[in-house]
């Protein structure tokens, strides 16, 4: 087991330091492995989907559940000779130096950042016990399962009527709570044409016991449904990316190159924390795109040395 102690009793340089050990992260630890690379990953044991009983729509692991998927995944990394350190990164400084938190430095030639985000929920009651159950959020990962079912959309971001409008795909029975969020004309035109019916009224919690019964109103009134979705505020766990000087976007995501490459030179990044929309099936393709990339970064620097070693005469 190439795991915590052994990274941190012996030599702490790498070619690599994958900072984030979920689907991205694993997935080009793996690639990077095959490639003979000395790879690190430092992760913090926190996954987003951790709620989840199971994943869709990864070829092959259609249903499994994610701590599953991980734990195959570190299996197959290690296999390969990748180190795995349980912690938190500090700091990371240019060259690269990545402090834990617990005073250990890891040295690398090469960082990817595959640290997710984190759901920003609405602060209504019940959201937080049922979130991942049946209070659920993208629907290509979740509808299927709670097909044909009486469904709940909770009006608290913009993108809750996109999400109804879609969940009709699934359910011809679609609630939307408008709750605080203003719908224009051109949104409850949408939606009355769709067959979402809007119901009126702030939220005031999520009727449970055991399970999802119904939604309840300010007005006393409960309305019966089996499952909902929210929209949560997505945002990225990219501090340390941000400590980097990394160049982002007007919408405040740190901006990369089709191979993951920030405008650090060195530094990538893939996954959920530069793509709130990439599912597990997308975040395994940018971390093995990722990975790619970096061998070939660090392919171009070795020849460069080499070159220069052999120019000068030395072996």
Known sequence: MND????LT????????????????????????RARRRVVVIDSGRPRNAPAAHMHGLLSRDGLPPATLLEMGRGEAEGYGVDFITGQVEHAEPGFQVRLDGGAVVNARRLLCATGLRDELPGIPGVRERWGKDLLHCPYCHAYEV????????????????QALLLRQWSSDVLFFAHTLALSPQDREQLEARGVRIVTGTVVRLVTDGGLHGIELDDGSVVPRSAAFV?????????????????????????TDRTGRTSV????????????????????????????????SLLQEDVEHAVARHRAGRP
């Open 10 to 33: 012996g030599d702490l340089t790498y070619d690599v330091a994958v900072i984030g050990g979920g689907a991205a992260g694993l997935s080009a630890s793996i690639l990077l492995g």
């Open 147 to 162: 097909r044909d079912q009486p469904l709940a959309v909770l009006g608290t971001h913009s993108g809750a009527v996109h």
């Open 265 to 296: 030179p060195g530094v990538w990044a893939a996954g959920n924390v530069v793509d709130p929309r990439a599912q597990v099936a997308a975040a395994v393709g940018m971390g093995s795109t990722a990975g790619f990339a970096i061998n070939t």
């Open 231 to 255: 929209f949560p505020s997505p945002v990225p766990h990219d501090a340390l990316m941000t400590a980097l000087g990394c160049a982002k976007d007007d919408n405040g995501w740190t901006v």
């Open 4 to 7: 915590i102690h052994t990274a």
